[in-house]
């Protein structure tokens, strides 16, 4: 007895007597469903495949993200000042802000400064604030960038909704320094690169005072 099986494509199969397991054509084997022990096995081989790339990529990510913070606050603004900078190189004027908000520091070489600050606003009475001469300390043991300590130092030059009568404000800790912060006091990063600048440790902006131009 003779059949004619039809497959996709209008494809037929001329077959002659009864057909055995073993003469099942391609067609009818690819068409057979995956045992139990076929499909366990591709669902451990896939498992295995997602904890290989989750063990590679994740480390990977985390090192990466690492390298891009610390390049970030290694970057140019934390470059410690040259290698013959002293104490002595503090002693003088500094400014910073600009005319309608400016911030003075007197640093004398007894070890005391003076902070002055005018603030101008464009509605109400302009802000003048001027300290009495207060203590300072270098702190550059076992660091990377200098930190110059002020005691009393005010931020309201910085941020004007900041009260003057309000002592201290050290910023944040940035360029992978660890300084002492003590309560009260203002903290400053002395910082190299084409000049000498200190600079209040800010993540989101910059506030630096600089030596006034001839």
């Not at 400014?95 to 600050?117: C, F, H, W």
């Not at 940035?174 to 002395?190: A, Q, R, W």
Request: hydrophobic residues 35%.
């Amino acid at each position: 007895m003779c059949n004619y099986r039809m497959w996709a494509g209008n494809e037929g199969v001329k077959t002659c007597g009864r057909l055995s397991a073993g003469s099942q054509t391609h067609a009818e084997r690819s068409r057979r469903p995956a045992s139990s022990g076929d499909l366990k096995m591709k669902k451990i081989s896939i498992v295995g495949l997602t904890f290989f790339i989750i063990a590679t990529v994740c480390p990977l990510a985390i090192w990466f993200g690492e390298l891009l913070n610390r390049q970030g606050s290694q970057g140019p603004q934390c470059a410690p000042p040259r290698e013959s900078f002293s104490e002595a190189d503090l002693v003088g004027t500094w400014i910073a802000g600009s005319p309608e908000q400016r911030d003075v520091l007197i640093i004398n070489a007894d070890g005391t400064y003076k902070q002055i600050i005018h603030i101008k606003y464009a509605t109400g009475p302009s802000v003048d604030y001027e300290s009495e001469w207060l203590q300072w300390w270098l702190e550059s043991e076992n660091i990377s960038v200098p930190v110059l300590h002020l005691e009393g130092w005010r931020l309201c030059g910085y941020n004007p909704g900041v009260s003057c009568d309000i002592p201290g404000g050290s910023g944040s800790h940035m360029c992978e320094v660890e300084y002492k912060d003590i309560p009260g006091e203002g903290v400053l990063y002395v910082m190299g690169g084409s000049e000498l600048t200190l600079t209040l440790p800010l993540l989101e902006s910059s506030w630096s005072y600089y030596r006034p131009g001839p």
